[in-house]
């Protein structure tokens, strides 16, 4: 059973969360202040932590970074707060997914549900041998999920790393942003394009030397992302 834990100081909504989840076959943790939130994400093993963004002591924002700096584990942000740059500096931080409040319970559950079961068959996969992708002074090792470049290995979310491997597999084929965003996210309807265009620039950051000309992942202007070779 997948451990969960909600990190939401309106007492109410963190209960209705949790009902809805247990419902679907989650074990359901929460927290009501944003520093024990903090303290009980870093010292227990969960599966998958929900956060909201206004916590008392300590903000969404920085319990996502100092999670991410530790594990992979999925992030999902929820709040009421609809601007463009919420959700920009979340994704940026590393959360998986972004939503916004009010929102539906079985919507919560369906996005949970898809980002366990990706994240579940990722560390489940085995390979006798490391499968690698190299181009170009980058590595990709696909068996560990590491990312190197000139033989630096950089640090990279869940879904940063599902973005370039999937595109390096991919070489010189123009994929649109809904067309990766169904594909790393698995959802179709659900969610926000623009999780895309947060994602590849923090690729971008990462793995190149001018990010203004990029020598990996390039902009196809009005269509989508082509990775060069």
Known sequence: MSRLLIIEDEESIAELEKDYLELSG?????ENNGQSGLDRALAEDF????????????????ICRRIRKERNTPVLMVSAKKDDIDKI?????GADDYITKPFSPSELVARVKAHLARYERLIGSSASQNEMVEIRGLKIDKTAR????????????TKEFDLLAFLAQHPN?????EELFKKIW???????????TVHIKKIREKIE????????????WGVGYRFKV
């Open 209 to 220: 030397f001018n990010t203004a000309k990029p020598q990996y992942i390039e902009t196809i």
């Open 89 to 93: 500096r979340g994704l940026g931080l």
């Open 173 to 177: 084929h123009v994929f649109s942003k």
């Open 146 to 157: 590491r990312v190197y470049i000139n033989g630096t290995e950089k640090q990279f979310t």
């Open 26 to 30: 989650f074990d359901v943790e929460i």
């Open 186 to 196: 698995d959802m179709e309807s659900v969610g926000d394009i623009a999780t895309v």
């Open 47 to 62: 599966d998958l932590y929900i956060l909201d963004l206004m916590l008392p002591e300590v903000d969404g924002f920085e």
